[in-house]
């Protein structure tokens, strides 16, 4: 038998098996539909009730969303084909990235934008060993408790904390500004009345950026982050030094003095950067 006349045969038989398969599945697509609808009817007429309580019924809730997805992907397969699969696919993608938007917008100003703080204890190496891992942690947990009521006392939203680094989001410069003040101050506050920190005292220091930024999954990315980051590891320990953009959001402040710390260049960011000391009045 000729070459091209065995290929036509074989691709017939391939044809002829797709369609068969594809029939097949759009009759269980069906039955699968007329059950899903019935079983939706007996739950709106309140006839099927899951046992078990509040989870049981999450639990239907989340089956019944998941039946749904996957009967809606295969009838666009079955009606539309790949284009519509595709189509449906961007509509998913759209509504993911409007959910994700919504998730930063809780916390971002009117106008999109976060202000990002970092920040982490001096020389945190060398003092843990000079202290030990025991008092390391006590003295760690005391700083994890003293940062953790100012902001949440100005709407600080922690991201992430990785031993005795923090980053974190609020919704203005000026909600930053007071927790990053109000921080240093009981840090201050505490080295005069505890003997232990007198001798082996905890200064924190603190980098500040205000711009937008993606969230993902818990977590921000992006150039105002980077920013943020960089101006933190520019800091002296006790200092909360901040970006032009701050300064500038912060300009109107009558109890704050802002002093020039002068102009940095800072890693993987290009051009020149002005950055600012911050003093309370």
């Not at 003295?139 to 902001?151: G, P």
């Not at 009981?186 to 205000?210: C, D, E, M, Y």
């Not at 032009?244 to 960011?269: C, P």
Request: glycine content about 8%; overall charge negative.
């Amino acid at each position: 038998m000729h070459a091209g006349s065995v290929i036509a045969t074989v691709l017939g038989l391939l044809l002829a098996v797709a369609f068969a398969t594809i029939g097949w599945l759009a009759r269980q697509l069906d039955q699968t539909r007329a059950e899903v609808s019935r079983l939706r009817e007996a739950l709106d007429a309140e006839q099927v009730r899951p046992r078990g309580g509040p989870r049981a019924v999450q639990a239907a809730q989340a089956a019944g969303v998941a039946v749904k997805t996957v009967v809606g992907t295969a009838t666009r397969m079955r009606e539309q084909g790949v284009r519509g699969m595709l189509l449906g696919s961007i509509d998913d993608l759209a509504t993911w990235a409007m959910e994700d938007r919504n998730e930063i917008a809780r916390i971002a100003a009117p106008d999109g934008t976060v202000t990002l703080m970092f920040s982490d204890i001096e020389n945190s190496t060398s003092l843990n060993s000079e202290i030990g891992d025991e008092q390391w942690v006590k003295l760690l947990s005391a700083h994890d408790r003293l940062l953790q009521t100012h902001l949440d006392r100005h709407c600080g939203h922690v991201v992430k904390n990785q031993g005795d680094g923090y980053m974190v989001v609020f919704p203005t410069p000026e909600l930053a500004i007071r927790a990053s003040i109000g921080i240093q101050r009981a840090l201050s506050a505490k080295r005069q009345r505890n003997r232990h920190l007198r001798r082996t005292p905890i200064r924190v220091r603190i980098g500040l950026h205000v711009g937008t930024a993606i969230e993902r999954e818990g977590d921000y990315f992006g150039r105002n982050v980077a920013m943020a980051a960089r101006v933190a590891a520019m800091a002296d320990g006790g200092d909360i030094l901040v970006t032009d953009d701050i300064a500038e959001a912060l300009a109107d402040s009558a109890d704050l003095r802002l002093v020039e710390d002068g102009t940095v260049t800072l890693k993987g960011l290009p051009g020149e950067h002005d950055l600012w000391l911050v003093q309370a009045a």
